[in-house]
């Protein structure tokens, strides 16, 4: 007689249908992410060109809406659901965010291994340098494409797009390049935000690994001697 208990829980239809959209977008995140970098950094591209990268991207922005349409319709929730999935509604709204739906299919990728490859503490800065890379890029695409024309813009380059965006990321701000348009700064803000946050996890696990690695060298005890005792204590 077989225990029911036992049985793994028959996977939902929200369930099913993510696992089967991870793939198509991170293809759509990576479309998206090409298609913005050509039309902004391909400055004597042909209007025909022009046109056809602003239809794959928006053929990009299409697959995330249908794919976030489609699961807050399987969940069965209204409101709950944005509330649940707040990272995907702002995704949706953000084209700056979207490229990070790469590490998400990354992340996906690993979980259904049966065992992952790198430790937690390495898959979390990992997916924390990932996140940067793209953000940052994106950052810089997002930002050049709004400065480069400006009047009395320090940003003319992409190159400077570039050093802005890892100056900001790292929360450094040296001040030498800084953007002057509303949308400049309104990405400058998104910038500094995320910077922030990935900045405190990779400080956050890298410091638990380390107390991770002196706790195993130390064989478990806590620091004073055996037995947690300080030394000379009777």
């Known amino acids: ?17 993510e696992r089967r959209a ?16 050509v039309r902004v950094l391909a400055h004597g591209l042909p209007p025909a060109w022009r046109a056809a990268c602003l239809v ?9 809406a249908v794919d976030y349409a489609v699961r807050w319709r399987l969940s069965g929730q209204r409101l709950g659901f944005v509330r649940g999935h707040l990272l995907d509604t702002v995704v949706l709204a953000l084209p700056l965010l979207r490229p990070l739906r790469v590490v998400r299919f990354y992340d996906a990728v690993q979980r259904h291994r049966a065992r992952p490859r790198l430790a937690l503490y390495a898959r979390v800065m990992l997916y924390a340098g990932l996140s940067v890379l793209l953000l940052g890029f994106a950052g810089a695409l997002a930002v ?12 003319r380059t992409f190159g400077d797009a570039v050093w802005w965006t890892c100056a900001t990321l790292a929360t450094v701000g040296y001040g030498d390049v800084a953007p002057v348009t ?12 995320c910077g922030l946050a990935l900045l405190g996890t990779v400080t ?6 380390l107390l991770q690695v002196f706790a195993r060298e130390d064989g478990g005890r806590p620091p004073g001697g055996p037995g947690g005792a300080p030394p000379g204590a009777s």
């Open 182 to 193: 509303p949308l400049g700064r309104l990405v400058a803000v998104g910038l500094m935000g």
């Open 56 to 64: 794959l991207a928006l053929a990009a922005w299409a697959v995330f």
């Open 22 to 37: 991870e793939a198509p977008l991170a293809v759509a995140s990576l479309l998206f992410l090409a298609a913005y970098a």
């Open 1 to 17: 007689m077989t225990d029911d208990s036992a049985r793994p829980a028959p996977e939902g239809a929200e369930s099913r249908w």
């Open 204 to 209: 956050g696990s890298f410091s638990s690994w």
């Open 144 to 155: 050049y494409h709004q400065e480069h024309t400006a009047p009395g813009a320090t940003i």
